[in-house]
């Protein structure tokens, strides 16, 4: 039986942020299960970076230098700072290396401003398109929102979100919470819990 690929639009799971430890906690479990075909997408990294081979899943960088330099020389400075930052989320690989790799599902996991271009794509709704994004605040942003109506599958980490969205009449949109790696966690001792206030 072949497996499913399952694609991971996120942070670089060997940086050190906390979408990093994310996917890093994420990718190692379900490259533990061997059930899928595992793809990294990461955000932030360059294309053919040597790092990229680290991992025991395939990585590819979403930032291609030549991309970026065809946009800003087709486009005004002004908007050259925009081309850089949607560049590091994928937005300009994205729909590439969907087709390249040839996804039955991908997880766009980041801030909404980082993955609300995966909604837009002609192909968003042939394969299991999820957003799943943290939503921290309130209100909920109006990007979230627009966002939602255009993909059956939008996970908000903060069940207040899912549940503003839910009144909003968005009754596709569900919790679920982002990953951690719970093998460093122990048991603190009666005395050091004295400390904790």
């Not at 969907?98 to 995966?118: R, Y």
């Amino acid at each position: 039986m072949k497996k499913k690929k399952l694609a991971i639009l996120t942070d670089h799971s060997l940086s050190f942020t906390g979408f990093g430890r994310f996917s890093k906690a994420l990718l190692t479990y379900l490259y533990s299960l061997n059930k899928y075909d595992l793809v990294h997408f990461a955000v932030g990294a360059v294309k053919d970076n040597p790092d990229l081979t680290r991992t025991p899943w395939v990585t590819r960088g979403v930032v291609d230098p030549n991309i970026i330099q065809q946009l800003k020389a087709a486009n005004p400075p002004q908007v050259h700072e925009q081309i850089d930052r949607m560049s590091g989320y994928g937005a300009h690989t994205i729909d590439t290396l969907v087709k390249e790799e040839k996804c039955d599902v991908l997880l766009n996991v980041q801030d909404i401003w980082g993955i609300s271009f995966a909604c837009d794509y002609h192909w968003s709704d042939k394969i299991t398109n999820v957003l799943w994004t943290t939503l921290d605040s309130r209100p909920i942003l109006q990007q979230a929102i627009d966002c939602s109506k255009k993909v059956k599958h939008f996970w908000s980490w903060a069940d207040f979100a899912t549940q503003d969205m839910i009144k909003m009449g968005l009754t596709h949109v569900k919790t679920v919470r982002g990953c951690i790696d719970t093998s460093r966690f122990y048991p603190l001792t009666d005395s050091s819990k004295s400390f904790i206030v």
